[in-house]
């Protein structure tokens, strides 16, 4: 019974990363530990067939906290929760991206142009997409999908 058991949660698994995108799908939360991205972006503990942020601690040490300010933990993620995270961060002292969006929880440039406010349309315009896990993410014209949820625009001038 326990090997028919340990078939179907390996088939179940192969079918995930196949269907989700992913190279491959941590086991255990060891394999999240040793990972890439636990030192990138603080992912450092395991979720569902997922690594998943599980600590500040692990945002704070990873390059996440330093480069864009996700220094806090908030539902399995690193992401900004304070104005200092993003005034700390590499981002503000090269792109100018030092407020805090409080709703958003990122870092933004307080000078750029909302989205919101853009007057320009064009039915030819470009955008940027990704899927992944059934979920798929468009970004506005002339912004590119970065992973994560996240899009980066090119600075209006």
Same mark, same amino acid.
């Given at each position: 019974? +326990?090997?028919?058991?340990? +078939? ?10 196949? @269907? =989700?995108?992913? &190279? ?8 999240? /530990? ?7 972006? &603080?992912?450092?503990?395991? &979720?569902?067939?997922?690594? $998943?942020? $599980? ?6 040490? #990873? ?26 961060? %590499? +981002?503000?002292?090269?792109?100018? +991206? ?21 007057? @320009?349309?064009? %039915?030819?315009?470009? =955008? #940027?997409? =990704? #899927? &992944? ?7 506005? %014209? ?9 899009? /980066? ?5």
């Amino acid at each position: 019974m +326990q090997e028919r058991a340990d +078939q179907l949660v390996r088939g179940v698994r192969e079918l995930l990363r196949r @269907e =989700s995108g992913y &190279g491959c799908i941590a086991k255990d939360a060891a394999d999240c /530990r040793k990972s890439i991205n636990c030192k990138k972006t &603080g992912t450092c503990g395991l &979720g569902v067939l997922r690594c $998943v942020a $599980v600590s500040a601690e692990d945002c704070r040490k #990873s390059t996440g906290c330093a480069e864009n300010g996700a220094c806090d933990m908030e539902v399995g993620e690193c992401r900004p929760t304070k104005a200092e995270h993003c005034t700390a961060s %590499s +981002q503000c002292k090269l792109e100018k +991206q030092c407020e805090l969006k409080a709703l958003a929880r990122t870092c933004t440039d307080p000078n750029a142009k909302d989205d919101d406010d853009d007057d @320009e349309t064009s %039915s030819t315009s470009s =955008s #940027s997409s =990704s #899927s &992944g896990a059934g979920i798929t993410y468009t970004c506005p %014209s002339g912004c590119t999908y970065i992973g994560g949820g996240k899009c /980066r625009c090119r600075r209006r001038r």
